[in-house]
């Protein structure tokens, strides 16, 4: 009876000492996770049928390989999320295909039927694929939860552009378990090396905004290594696949009917009129693709930002939007705005072509402009002119060294039919001297003929003179050379930034096809950045600050400006707030008068508490030069914006900006201006889309209204209908009609389709 007794005894404390070493042993295990850095996949060819629907029940997909273990970088550093993450990778000779399961509470997620490329403020998924291994160029091809996709084109040398755009296939659903997005990437669209197999850098990322913007990723990241594809993990066993080859054919047919006020004040209409363009292109390898267009339609479906230029003397800059200069659009990016694609107006015919063969890589680009436009650069201002016809020829080279290190080479040549020319030819590079440190130049000279017509351009011009009195402002067909050349440093760690650049424009130096308004300047500038991260708090995400100083100078050794300027960023884990805030000190040398002590403040807030609704708002107010007065004004600059979705398909966006100043010693209004931007965005279906935007400046006293409807296939294959509408507030002396009026109008539609053969 006691052997019984003592042998229940023990194990009744076996059964504890288990309880105890378990719940020990608990907290551990749940602390085991590891994240992995450049981690590897080998996967394999289908077995069956993959249908992409957004379920991946598909015979194709029951032998696909799984990655898993994400780890969680933002807010997180590498570690584990709070939901799982499994990708599907296989594919077959046409496509790769990708397969996401988000675990996630449906209830949550961030999700809306939209046009392509209106995706980033939800939930989505990006596909990274780095083709060549080089670090350098790499595809980010994504997916909301309801399968409308997103993509866009990272280089090391300029970053993320959203412009771009490639052909592949999505779709998604939300589920009871999170959601589901699928993807099928035909080859054909990809450039990549022509070998029997293939070994690419890829890493699968997924972005989860709730209170913070979490970020999760197959590959863990070093926050001390400042190169993002290098971090990247590698896929194997993609074989016996053929790059992108074949020709492609994109007609165009446009329609449109324009009227306006005549010198009557009689609104007329002019004939319907209409023209049919062709697009060409010819992948004659991965490596060689040559494209060409006659007569092109390049007008811009979503119509350019409207930007405030009330105190502006220089040209504003606006971003390359059409189709056609894709294919290349990152080689032709430089330190300097070398190369500015928009410069070329009006184009008859342009061809263009590009090559990229493992570490080389050339692009070449030329053009028959029939309305031309020259941007005259000077020390303080630009002068903009339109000049008739003229022949563009830019080429661009590049050499890579390893991860992040290139040289490269461009030039331009831009001639007018009525004589004159501008000439460009420059060298630049980028060394990667560690994972932390980078330096960078670039070197341009430059060869002007300029147009013999001094009638071009505001008849100021005539009495102005610039380098050093030796050349007049006025096109009067005078030639001259000119130089630029910049020099730079940079240090990029976990927590904290350095960097330094010197940067010159001589007095002579013009871009003729590329994006410089301003010259005879020379300046050095000195950077210092860092952030503080609070990963363990509720509240805090991190907080951001930086400084920089600067100095610049003009060539004759008057110093035109000097600075101190430091930002201060606020995140919270909270409706993914933010507050940012900055404060510029400085002296600045213009128009022949110094201007000491300027300064000026600047906060501004966003917050997005949902995926319904975002707002946000700014507010400067300090010294500003008035540059046409010459004089010191006391400016005030704020802005609101609220972007609200009352249901999955139909997006509200309005903005308001105003700006006005008075002069520091007499009260006296300098200017005063204010825009307010609107749109209404409604996604009928997932091809189908309606928007309706409108705009008013009360400077001006106008305001547009433009309406226009979409059907779009895929990028290039797209139907659209719509109209521009400008609005006056007139005065019946000065302009024969009084009150609001319709000034000009213009009916237009377009149709084009991508044949692939």
């Not at 675990?103 to 392509?116: F, G, K, M, N, Q």
């Not at 363990?536 to 060539?555: L, P, Q």
């Not at 139907?719 to 019946?732: A, E, P, V």
Request: glycine share 8%; with cysteine.
């Amino acid at each position: 009876m006691s052997g019984t007794v003592s042998s229940k005894r023990k194990m009744f404390w076996l059964a504890v000492w288990v309880l105890v070493i378990a719940l020990y042993a608990l907290p551990g295990l749940a602390k085991d996770y590891k994240p992995v850095y450049h981690p590897e996949l080998d996967i394999s060819r289908v077995t069956g049928s993959i249908e992409i629907d957004g379920h991946l029940d598909d015979p194709g997909w029951r032998d696909a390989v799984r990655a898993g273990n994400f780890a969680e970088h933002n807010p997180g550093d590498q570690t584990e999320p709070e939901v799982n993450t499994e990708v599907l990778i296989a594919y077959d000779d046409a496509n790769l295909y990708v397969g996401w399961l988000c675990y996630d509470d449906p209830t949550e997620v961030r999700a809306s039927l939209c046009e392509r490329d209106q995706i980033f403020s939800g939930d989505y998924v990006i596909l990274c694929l780095d083709t060549f291994g080089e670090a350098t160029l790499a595809y980010e091809i994504s997916s909301n939860p309801y399968g409308i996709p997103g993509d866009l084109l990272f280089s090391s040398a300029n970053g993320e552009d959203i412009t771009y755009d490639l052909s592949f296939e999505t779709a998604g659903r939300i589920t009871d378990f999170g959601w589901v997005a699928e993807m099928a990437i035909p080859f054909s669209s990809l450039r990549f090396p022509d070998r029997h197999e293939q070994i690419w850098r890829v890493d699968f990322w997924r972005n989860r905004p709730r209170g913070s913007r979490y970020q999760y990723s197959w590959a863990a990241y070093d926050r001390d290594e400042s190169c993002w594809p290098c971090q990247w993990g590698t896929v194997r066993g993609i074989s016996g696949v053929k790059p992108g080859s074949g020709l492609e054919i994109l007609p165009t047919v446009v329609a449109h009917q324009a009227g306006s006020l005549d010198d009557a004040a009689e609104f007329k209409n002019d004939k319907i009129d209409g023209d049919i363009g062709l697009g060409i292109a010819y992948d004659f390898s991965s490596e060689l693709t040559a494209e060409a267009t006659v007569n092109p339609d390049f007008s811009q479906v979503e119509s350019d930002v409207a930007q405030i230029d009330v105190n502006s003397t220089f040209a504003l800059f606006y971003s390359e939007a059409r189709p056609f200069f894709q294919e290349g659009s990152d080689l032709f990016e430089t330190h300097f705005e070398a190369v500015y694609t928009r410069s070329i107006n009006d184009p008859l015919v342009a061809g263009k072509m590009t090559w990229r063969k493992g570490a080389n890589s050339v692009a070449m680009l030329s053009a028959r402009d029939e309305h031309s436009v020259i941007i005259l650069p000077f020390e303080e201002s630009s002068e903009f002119v339109e000049n008739g016809k003229s022949y563009s020829n830019i080429i661009r080279a590049k050499k890579d060294f390893g991860e992040q290190t290139y040289l490269g080479l461009v030039a331009t040549d831009r001639r007018f039919d009525s004589g004159g020319s501008g000439s460009l030819l420059g060298f630049d590079g980028r060394f990667r001297l560690s994972p932390s440190n980078m330096m960078l130049f670039q070197v341009l000279g430059t060869h002007t003929s300029e147009v013999n017509d001094t009638t071009l351009g505001d008849t100021s011009l005539q009495s102005q003179l610039f380098d050093g009195g030796k050349y007049t402002a006025a096109l009067d067909g005078e030639e001259f050379w000119g130089h630029a050349w910049q020099m730079g440093f940079n240090r990029d760690t976990r927590n904290y930034e350095i960097g330094a650049d010197y940067r010159e424009r001589s007095p002579t130096f013009r871009a003729e096809s590329g994006f410089e308004p301003s010259n005879n300047s020379r300046g050095a500038n000195v950077w210092v950045n860092g952030i503080l991260r609070f990963e363990e708090s509720t509240v805090w995400d991190h907080i951001y600050s930086s400084s920089d100083f600067g100095r610049a100078w003009n060539f004759d050794g008057v110093k035109k400006d000097e600075w101190v300027r430091t930002n201060l960023t606020f995140k919270l884990r909270a409706a993914q707030a933010e507050m940012h805030s900055q404060y510029l000190y400085s002296n600045e040398f213009f128009g022949g008068t110094q201007f000491d002590d300027i300064w000026m403040a600047h906060t501004c807030v966003h917050i997005q508490p949902t995926g319904t609704v975002s707002f946000g708002g700014n507010i400067n107010y300090g010294h500003v030069i008035a540059r046409s007065d010459t004089v010191m004004g006391k400016e005030t600059r704020y802005g609101l914006s609220v972007d609200v979705r009352p249901i999955d398909r139909l997006l509200a966006q309005v903005s308001f900006s105003h700006t006005e100043s008075d002069a520091v010693e007499t009260g006296e209004q300098l200017y005063s201006q204010s825009t307010i931007n609107s749109s209404l965005r409604l996604q009928i279906m997932r091809a189908l889309s309606a928007r309706l935007t409108l705009r008013y400046n009360d400077r001006r006293d106008t305001w547009d209204a433009d309406p226009l409807i979409t059907y779009q296939l895929n990028p290039l294959s797209i139907f659209y209908i719509g109209s521009t509408r400008h609005y006056k507030d007139l005065d019946r002396e000065a302009d024969g009609r009084e009150g609001w009026n319709l000034t000009d109008r213009q009916y237009f539609m377009k149709m084009q389709y991508l044949f692939q053969i």
